[in-house]
């Protein structure tokens, strides 16, 4: 059997079932869900919308005592600030739910049965367990392949296509519910009780169903309550001022401006964007164990991240062609060439790609290059090529070879430096085959490192490359991705070393792991993100796991809890800063009848005192359904300083949250001053 | 010499003596909180108290010492003022009244010395000796104590102790405000100010009232009290002389706000974070300078009230300053002052005193806005906030609110049930707008231990008494405790590196943002209550 794995094609549109875009109708959509959240049980959680709730009933009762278009457009408005700040939240969960149910079509119910003979529903699977699955069939719970090899399909939860092995012992041991076995035979030990899965946790974070607020979050709201507070205080301290100044408030035109001054915006939006921050972990194929998980991603200082697969390729190209023995530079190439023209391997294309880019070779075979038969690579021969007729053209392991002590020479030097030598050989020039020279494969950077190493240095995040290889191949390497730092011939040990003492230090840090090795360090990072393809110990240590096992998924990681923070600021201050263009509405509204000079301060020009204080109350309202796609789609991030961050965020939500309720609520009142009975 | 260049003149030479005594007086503080050795007189006053100095208290017993201690001073200064006619030097004055004994204790201890009495012919040379100038010192003295605890707050990590409250207390007052308030009771007689056991001097058949002035004098300012021993307070040639004294009080009283955020610069090690502290104090003293001083300058008013000894910069500088430090002394009548002149002394004390604040209590309200305002650029940058190497989390923050809303909350209550309380009519010189900036200027005052009056208003009635003397106790002591809470949750916590992620706290940038916050918090609070008061007179 080959057991040569294509990496997997990935169809990441597969899993995205409730796109990036946000919809009108999902606002529809989430209608009735946003009707049941007038329930008092759910108002409490949210001071700040609280108030306005009970503003509301305050405001209904004496409407209907005191009738009037004003008085009743004003209960309105105000119970459709309600309605949308539902609505932001039944938007949010809608979208979590589609996501779950996603996630869910992957818990098919799969029938289990033990090695004891028994046959029970996988649902009533316990720890332990002891379950074989054969080909065609579902594996019925998260588990470790205790025994056999097999082909899986994963696609169901990771949407990459291509099958993938899983074996006992070994790192590729962890098999997730609701795959399935495509060939032979497993036996799965399984690990977690049914319903408590990544999987399930994941569903019940996003549908929000055990959103629990993140300390983060908790600390917001108790800002924003003691905002709420201060603007009770001053409301309510208002009326005696106004009576004491011959001008009394109705309750109606209080509870307006209360609400108008309390943080309804961010108040509104806020569990709305917590649930789209764990959303579009989701929509990236990473599942986390809370929302926690995600905000300390935000604050890392320290990125551990693996060399191969992470930084460089991995594979092995081709780099240098060294040749050796009097043969010319031009023999080896051709030589090299035509050994690897039919190769499909990583390694064979990328000594094609050499030969065309630095020497000027053609990728495509001639018609009598075409007639030549390939040798694969055996694990006997350890080596391909060629065979053109008489001429045989090899390339393989330095082992396959008879070598003279300079072509020892190049290779071990090769070899001491960190990269692999390929020996090339050709037998043209006469009947027995002559070596011509060496290739030089060297684990290469992925393009594109060097940037974002560089654009996580401005975020303020220090990266770690940590390798199995010798301190100079690994100093090398370090150096051409740009990374800050290395750790060389590093043991798992090591690495739990080095996390350590960056935390005590007060960095926080994150990994990526996949081995069983990996666990313990992975738990002990702030940050653990567990590959799927790992071991279910690497995943049950880790807080979060990345599906696609891409392990520079990290990068992302970090900038979607930042960006889930910045979020709230960024409302947080737009919200506060309205409220100066509110004042600017609704105090010439209410006082300009006492004090004349006090309309001076109607610098929009509102109509009337009526229309005033209606058009503050309407763009409370509406600023909140505008800006309901921005608390899902998370404000715009781009890595960059801490001060350039925030001085950009200060004049888009400060400056702006000043000046745009002022050009809102001016327009508005254009509208509002038409209604008969306002004007 | 006209009248603008002068005043520019008082404001440079007080500048540049402020510049002078900055570092030296700022470092010297920080080495007599920091310091771990014990003069011989604080030994023996440790001995006698029964205090360990070597030993530290969590951030309760500190707490829980700050009450007891200026619980004990209410009651010392009560029974006091109560037996004062059986006291030497009470000149037949006979007992204070139980309400305005009620309300002169709390407001002395709290630092406020708002003054519901006459003193010339209610207080005792020796109430006004033992009582009110004791605590003229103790009062300041703890205030710093508390800052310099939320300083330790930050400085330390992983502990649950903040220091030792009676320590701090005796450093305050033995090494910063006797030497400096002793120095300068000389330098203030040399200007001219009384000196006198007498209760006063006939002139021409008229009594002028005299007191031992100076000694009181010099920490009425340096502790940013400002409780005058003569009515007039530093309007009275006896209690403020000429330009010279005029001058020197003004620099006394910003003399240790001023220089405690060098003290706190260089006790977190970063000078820098005092430097910005105090650009972000300069702004705003300097801007409400020029709002009060061109509206004086342009008023309209008649001159009813208005000082023309020291003239209108004079006026203005003083005013400005007494109002941003919580000190409440004043060299002419805040109520004579025009709408916007008025109304700009009054927010100075909405600013919730900490431009630059009282002695220490300027220092700490400035660092918890400034809490507020990283934990709000915490977020917008991504990260969990953090100020001076401590996160801000659900503790820091809910202490930080708990500082910030006891002021507003009860001066606006307290001035909400006075403005529709029958008497209050009364009690007011004036009605209508103006009427309601006495009424809140009233409240604000106490609220915010600062103890100025616009006075226009009798505050002698039951109501008055009681309500300022509970305004005046509870905006003082729930912020000391939020602080105390605020620092004892700092000082647990691991100190956070500085990264290159993090949020630098020593720019324009910061400075912009403190000051916006500050401005903001206040702005949004009040703009309503302006509205019907200063504002609506303003724009008459």
């Known amino acids: ?679 | 010499m006209s009248e603008t260049v002068a005043g520019l003149l008082q404001v440079g030479l007080l500048i540049v003596a402020l510049a002078v005594v900055y570092r030296p007086f700022g470092d010297y503080m920080a080495r007599v909180y920091t310091s771990t050795k014990h003069s011989r007189v604080e030994r023996a006053i440790y001995r006698t108290a029964r205090v360990d100095p070597g030993s530290e208290q969590r951030w309760g017993t500190y707490a829980q010492a700050v009450i007891a201690f200026s619980f004990v001073g209410v009651v010392v200064l009560y029974v006091l003022q109560r037996i004062q006619s059986v006291l030497p030097f009470d000149f037949g004055r006979g007992n204070v009244s139980p309400g305005m004994a009620f309300n002169t204790a709390i407001s002395f201890v709290t630092n406020t010395n708002w003054q519901s009495y006459v003193p010339e012919s209610v207080m005792g040379h020796t109430t006004q000796m033992v009582g009110l100038t004791v605590q003229n010192f103790l009062s300041a003295a703890v205030g710093m104590a508390v800052a310099v605890a939320l300083l330790r707050g930050f400085l330390r990590s992983q502990t649950d102790r903040l220091g030792n409250f009676w320590v701090d207390l005796t450093r305050g007052t033995i090494r910063i405000l006797l030497p400096v308030a002793g120095l300068f009771a000389i330098v203030l007689v040399a200007t001219g100010v009384v000196m006198s056991l007498k209760s006063g001097v006939t002139v021409d058949g008229q009594t002028v009232a005299t007191a031992p002035v100076a000694s009181q004098e010099a920490i009425k300012e340096l502790g940013t009290n400002g409780g005058g021993v003569l009515n007039a307070n530093s309007a009275h040639p006896f209690e403020n002389p000429n330009g010279w004294s005029n001058l020197i009080e003004i620099f006394l009283i910003l003399l240790i706000p001023v220089c405690l955020t060098r003290t706190f610069g260089t006790m977190v090690g970063n000078r820098k974070q005092g430097y910005v502290l105090l650009g972000v104090m300069g702004v705003l003293w300097t801007a409400m300078l020029a709002v009060i001083w061109t509206a004086e300058a342009n008023g309209l008013r008649p001159l009813e009230g208005k000082e023309t000894r020291f003239g209108i910069p004079s006026s203005a500088l003083f005013a400005n300053t007494t109002t941003a430090t919580s000190t409440g002394a004043v060299n002419a009548m805040h109520d004579s002052f025009t709408g916007l002149g008025g109304g700009g002394t009054l927010l100075n004390m909405l600013f919730g005193e900490m431009t630059p604040g009282g002695v220490g209590t300027g220092l700490y309200s400035i660092l918890v806005m400034a809490i507020i305002a990283m934990f709000l650029a915490g977020l917008m940058v991504g990260r969990t906030p953090e100020y001076l190497g401590k996160k801000l989390g659900r503790r820091e923050v809910a202490a930080a609110a708990v500082s910030i809303l006891a002021m507003p909350t009860v001066m606006l209550v307290g001035a909400g049930i006075a403005a529709i309380l029958p008497a209050t009519q009364g009690a007011l010189n004036n009605p209508g707008s103006h009427g309601l900036s006495e009424i809140l200027y009233a409240y604000a005052s106490a609220s915010n231990n600062n103890g100025s009056a616009f006075a226009g208003i009798t505050v002698t009635n039951d109501w008055f008494q009681a309500s300022l003397g509970v305004c005046m106790a509870l905006g003082r002591f729930i912020p000391i405790i939020a602080v105390l809470c605020l620092a004892g949750s700092l000082a647990k916590q691991k100190r956070v590196p500085v990264t290159a992620g993090t949020l630098p706290t020593t720019g324009p940038l910061f400075a912009t943002l403190l000051t916006g916050a500050i401005v903001l918090v206040a702005a949004l609070t009040f703009i309503p209550a302006l509205a019907l008061g200063p504002i609506a007179e303003a724009l008459l």
């Not at chain 1, 702030?526 to 891409?550: F, H, Q, R, Y």
């Open chain 1, 1 to 679: 059997m080959t057991t040569t794995i294509n990496p997997p094609q990935r169809t990441p549109e597969k899993t995205q079932v409730s796109a990036g875009i946000f919809s009108p109708r999902q606002l529809v959509d989430s209608f009735p869900d946003a009707l049941r959240k007038f329930h008092p049980r759910h108002q409490l959680r949210n001071p700040v919308m609280f108030v306005v709730w009970v503003g509301s009933i305050l405001v209904t009762v004496f409407a209907i005592g005191d009738p009037s278009t004003f008085t009743i457009a004003v209960a309105v408005w105000l119970w459709a600030t309600v309605l949308f700040a539902n609505l932001a939240e039944a938007v949010a969960e809608g979208r979590g739910k589609a996501q779950a149910d996603s996630l869910r079509k992957t818990k098919k119910d799969a029938v289990a049965r033990l090695t004891t003979g028994e046959t029970v529903p996988g649902t009533e699977l316990k720890i332990g367990d002891l379950v074989v699955v054969e080909a065609g069939e579902v594996i019925p719970g998260d588990g470790d392949v205790v025994e056999g090899i097999a082909t899986v399909d994963e696609s169901a939860i990771t949407g990459e296509s291509a099958p993938v092995i899983r074996e006992s012992g070994g790192d590729r041991s962890a098999v997730t519910g609701g795959t399935t076995v495509l060939s032979d035979r497993i036996v799965v030990q399984i690990t977690t009780k049914p319903g408590e899965s990544f999987v399930d946790r994941m569903i019940a974070l996003v549908e929000g169903a055990e959103r629990q607020k993140t300390p983060n979050e908790i600390a917001l709201t108790i800002l924003l309550s003691t905002l709420t507070i201060i603007f009770l205080l001053a409301v309510v301290a208002l009326q005696p001022f106004a009576i004491f100044s011959g001008g009394e408030q109705s309750v109606i035109v209080l509870t307006a401006l209360l609400v108008c001054l309390i943080p309804t915006t961010i108040g509104a939006l806020l569990s709305a964007i917590g649930i789209a921050g764990m959303d579009r972990l989701v929509q990236r194929n990473v599942l986390a164990t809370s929302g926690k998980a995600v905000e300390a991603a935000g604050d890392i200082d320290t990125l551990l991240l693996d060399k191969t697969g992470t930084i460089t390729w991995g594979n092995r190209r081709a780099t240098e062609f060294i040749p050796v023995g009097g043969a010319s530079l031009d023999a080896l190439v051709d030589a090299a060439r035509l050994s690897s023209l039919a190769d499909g391997t990583p390694e064979g294309r990328s000594i094609v790609e050499l030969c065309v880019t630095e020497y000027g070779r053609s990728a495509e075979p001639t018609d009598q290059e075409k007639a030549g038969e390939f040798v694969p690579f055996t694990a006997q021969t350890r080596m391909s090529g060629i065979d053109l007729g008489d001429r045989r053209v090899r390339k393989g392991a330095a082992s396959g070879f008879v070598l003279t002590d300079e072509t020892r020479r190049v290779v071990d030097e090769i070899s001491a430096q960190g990269g692999t030598p390929l020996v090339v050989s050709d037998n043209s020039a006469g009947g027995t085959s002559t070596v011509l020279g060496v290739i030089r494969l060297s684990d290469v950077v992925k393009p594109g490192m060097r940037d974002r190493f560089a654009e996580l240095r401005a975020m303020g995040i220090r990266t770690v490359m940590v390798t199995g290889d010798n301190p100079l191949t690994a100093k090398a390497i370090a150096d051409e991705a740009g990374v800050d730092d290395y750790l060389a011939e590093a043991k798992p040990e090591d690495k739990m070393a080095l996390i350590r003492k960056e935390q005590e230090g007060g960095r926080l840090v994150a990994m990526t792991g996949d081995g069983t090795n990996d666990a313990p360090a992975l738990a002990q990072a702030d940050v653990g993100v567990a590959m799927n393809t790992g071991t279910s110990a690497a995943k049950e240590a880790g807080n979060m796991v990345d599906l696609d096992s891409d392990p520079t998924k990290l990068i992302e990681i970090v900038e979607i809890g930042k960006q889930l923070l910045i979020t709230r600021g960024a409302l947080t201050t737009f919200s506060v800063a309205n409220d100066l263009a509110k004042y600017f509405a609704i105090l010439p509204a209410m006082f300009a009848a006492i004090y004349p000079q006090l309309g001076g301060l109607n610098v929009m020009g509102l109509h009337s005192p009526n229309s005033a204080i209606l058009s503050a109350v309407v763009f409370n309202a509406l600023i909140i359904v505008v800006l309901i796609p921005l608390a899902l789609r998370g404000v715009r991030y781009k890595p960059s300083s801490a001060s350039a961050l925030l001085r950009r965020n200060l004049l888009i939500y400060g400056l702006g949250g000043i000046v745009t309720p002022f050009a809102g609520i001016w327009l508005i009142d254009l509208l509002v001053r038409l209604i008969p009975g306002i004007g």
